[in-house]
């Protein structure tokens, strides 16, 4: 069973019966007293941010994820339809699960999703997406010097800010982790 001096980022861990994982943590050894580790966790279901102290060597609740890609066949009102594009299984994953995922997932995406014993818990988006522009202000003539960028919105409703020769209907690629602009990959 691992303990608190075994801590990763992106370990999943049940604390009190709910499932967490680790943000980032810190082994702290101050000169009086027993060492101890500070970490910051984030409920994968509520998405809640938490602080807690663990003694070190406590014991902790690992919990085994299997990430597996599926590919996202539409959106209803519900749910979002997903299939196993091995055995053609299809599941509906709630919005609340999809979470903040939805801004970079369009029909017939591949999505990477993470399982605990068979059962999904959370949709985790590529590092990187195409995405279609299809509202932003047209760019002015000449006005590169300044190396401006402006607001555009994207075919899920994501908002990003581009530069100003990007027009409507280019599409451009979206670095997820900081919700920036990387590139255009055709006009």
């Known amino acids: 069973m691992p303990t608190s001096n075994d801590f990763r980022r992106g370990m999943v861990i049940d604390v009190d019966g709910t499932l967490c994982q680790i943000v980032e943590f810190q082994h702290v050894k101050p000169g009086k007293g027993a060492a101890f580790v500070r970490s910051r966790l984030k409920e994968i279901i509520s998405g809640k941010v938490l602080d807690r102290t663990w003694r070190a060597g406590e014991k902790v609740t690992e919990v085994r994820v299997e990430h597996r ?9 519900m749910a979002w339809v997903v299939m196993n594009p091995d055995t053609y299984e299809q599941i509906h994953l709630s919005h609340d699960m999809v979470g903040n995922a939805a801004s ?5 995406s591949e999505i990477k999703i993470a399982f605990v014993d068979d059962n999904p818990i959370m ?8 995405l279609e522009v299809v509202k932003t202000d047209p760019g ?8 401006g960028s402006k607001p555009a919105v994207l075919e899920t409703g994501l908002k990003v800010q581009v530069p100003l020769f990007i027009q409507e209907k280019d599409i451009i690629k979206v670095d997820t982790r ?6 255009r990959v055709s006009s």
């Open 69 to 77: 890609v599926w590919e996202l066949l539409y959106k209803t009102d």
């Open 123 to 130: 949709v985790e988006p590529p590092d990187t997406v195409e």
């Open 140 to 147: 002015l003539r000449g006005d590169t010097a300044s190396g």
């Open 104 to 108: 970079y997932l369009v029909e017939n």
């Open 178 to 183: 900081s919700n920036s602009y990387l590139e």
